[in-house]
């Protein structure tokens, strides 16, 4: 399936094999923030949520670029419909989108990272880049300051290596920011696609349901209270055990064989 209109024109949408990948296709632009591609995206992320046959969500760019953040050129235009104007509310929207997907999902960072592009490494579940990446929260060099994506990278980032990264607005190596909390992994970058086909694997392993709930108590139980937590998690663990998906697993482990929602031969 190629990237539609309802998908902003410049975000490739494939389903394949139970894997959505949503590709920012603008390398002539360095993929930039814009509202096609931020509206794209989130428009892409709502069909894999609402897709039965999707389990897994890869999230990638084209070229040498996996996002190079906010369009600086229509930010400086004077147009109400620019970054400057609607931009950071619109990226706000599709980070939440981003963390509250209801299946994993995964960065797939092929390319250089810079800006506003870091709130997407940070925001997803899980994050692979080639060694050939170079990241840089480069707003500060020019003079303004990473607001919205701090919300996501601080969660991640050391809070040492936050200071450093953020101030300097260094151009780094993937390394570095593995290094610093912000990536799952780095390999070389003929190794990218079979480092992320054997995650998605991985996941394919778990049930759909289980991963939702596993998903979001890693949203919500750091921000409760012990007593508050305990009790939530006490009844979503009951409910998950009388679930239909967990009689099946269960059975499926007992009887060593491949739940229902594995993939044919594996378990």
């Known amino acids: 399936m190629t990237a539609s209109d309802a998908?902003?024109?410049?975000?490739?949408?494939?389903?394949?094999?139970?894997?959505a990948t949503l590709t920012i296709n603008n390398p002539e632009r360095r993929n930039v923030l814009d509202?096609?591609?931020?509206?794209?995206?989130?428009?892409?992320l709502a069909d894999a949520a609402g897709d039965d046959a999707v389990r897994v969500v890869v999230l990638t760019?084209?070229?040498?670029?996996?996002?190079?953040?906010?369009?600086?050129?229509?930010?400086?235009?004077?147009?109400?419909?620019?970054?400057?104007?609607?931009?950071?509310?619109?990226?706000?929207?599709?980070?939440?989108d981003l963390l509250d997907h209801p299946k994993p999902t995964i960065a797939k960072v092929q390319g250089h990272v810079a800006g506003g592009g870091n709130g997407l490494v940070a925001a997803c579940?899980?994050?692979?880049?080639?060694?050939?990446?170079?990241?840089?929260?480069?707003?500060?060099?020019?003079?303004?300051?990473p607001a919205v994506i701090s919300v996501v990278c601080l969660a991640r980032l050391n809070r040492g290596d936050a200071y450093e990264l953020l101030l300097t607005g260094e151009r780094?190596?993937?390394?570095?920011?593995?290094?610093?909390?912000?990536?799952?992994?780095?390999?070389?970058?003929?190794?990218?696609?079979?480092?992320?086909?054997g995650l998605v694997g991985q996941l394919a392993l778990g049930g759909p349901?289980?991963?939702?709930?596993?998903?979001?108590?890693?949203?919500?139980v750091p921000t409760m209270s012990r007593t508050e937590a305990f009790g939530w998690t006490a009844d979503l663990s009951g409910s998950l055990f009388a679930s239909d998906e967990a009689r099946a697993?269960?059975?499926?482990?007992?009887?060593?064989?491949?739940?229902?929602?594995?993939?044919?031969?594996e378990h």
Do not use: H
């Not at 998908?7 to 894997?19: K, P, S």
């Not at 509202?35 to 892409?44: D, H, K, V, Y």
């Not at 349901?209 to 919500?220: I, M, N, Q, S, V």
């Open 7 to 19: 998908t902003g024109g410049v975000i490739g949408y494939d389903v394949a094999a139970g894997v």
């Open 125 to 145: 579940d899980l994050a692979v880049a080639a060694d050939t990446a170079k990241f840089a929260f480069s707003e500060v060099r020019v003079g303004v300051a």
């Open 249 to 265: 697993g269960m059975t499926a482990f007992l009887t060593r064989t491949a739940p229902p929602w594995a993939p044919a031969g």
């Open 61 to 96: 760019g084209s070229g040498n670029t996996f996002c190079a953040g906010a369009d600086l050129a229509g930010a400086t235009s004077g147009d109400a419909a620019s970054f400057a104007g609607s931009g950071p509310r619109a990226l706000v929207a599709l980070l939440e």
């Open 172 to 197: 780094v190596s993937a390394e570095r920011v593995r290094a610093a909390g912000m990536l799952t992994r780095v390999v070389e970058a003929d190794a990218l696609d079979a480092e992320v086909a």
């Open 35 to 44: 509202a096609g591609s931020i509206a794209g995206l989130r428009q892409g």
């Open 209 to 220: 349901t289980a991963l939702a709930a596993t998903k979001e108590l890693l949203r919500r």
